[in-house]
């Protein structure tokens, strides 16, 4: 079992940028992909970002390419979703997931429906 407590988000300006977290527990998260997805009220779920394993090979939603980054550190059991250039739009819950897929692929990681961990989510509003 994993635990996942995300924290971060907030309230920010169009323009600015948050820094979120994912903190792991239970397990280390060295043996997860680990992804970012979002949900604003009255849509389904999202995905944002994935990374995998190894931290060397990522996903993004082309909404969010060039504006967002994730980032794991292992030895810290944490996962990082670093938002730039935020907009109105980006405004969510966002939550953190975690799974032990037995392969890195895009049709995978990018499906909320393979995840078997969540964390309780964080609030992120983008005021225009």
């Known amino acids: 079992q994993v635990q996942l407590v995300e924290s971060g988000g907030g309230l920010v300006q169009a323009g600015g940028s948050l820094r979120l977290s994912c903190a792991a527990s239970?397990?280390?998260?060295?043996?997860?992909?680990m992804a970012w997805f979002r949900q604003a009220p009255g849509k389904e779920r999202e995905f944002v970002a994935a990374?995998?394993?190894?931290?060397?090979?990522?996903y993004y939603a082309d909404s969010v390419k060039g504006r967002f980054s994730i980032s794991r550190d292992n030895a810290k059991n944490t996962v990082y979703l670093q938002m730039n250039s935020l907009k109105p739009e980006d405004t969510a819950v966002y939550y953190c997931?975690?799974?032990?897929?037995?392969?890195?692929?895009?049709?995978?990681?990018?499906?909320?429906?393979?995840?078997?961990?969540w964390g309780q989510g964080t609030q992120v509003t983008v005021s225009s």
């Open positions: 997931g975690a799974d032990d897929f037995t392969a890195w692929r895009s049709s995978l990681a990018k499906s909320s429906n393979g995840y078997d961990y």
């Open positions: 990374i995998n394993r190894s931290g060397g090979s990522t």
């Open positions: 239970g397990r280390t998260i060295s043996s997860y992909v």
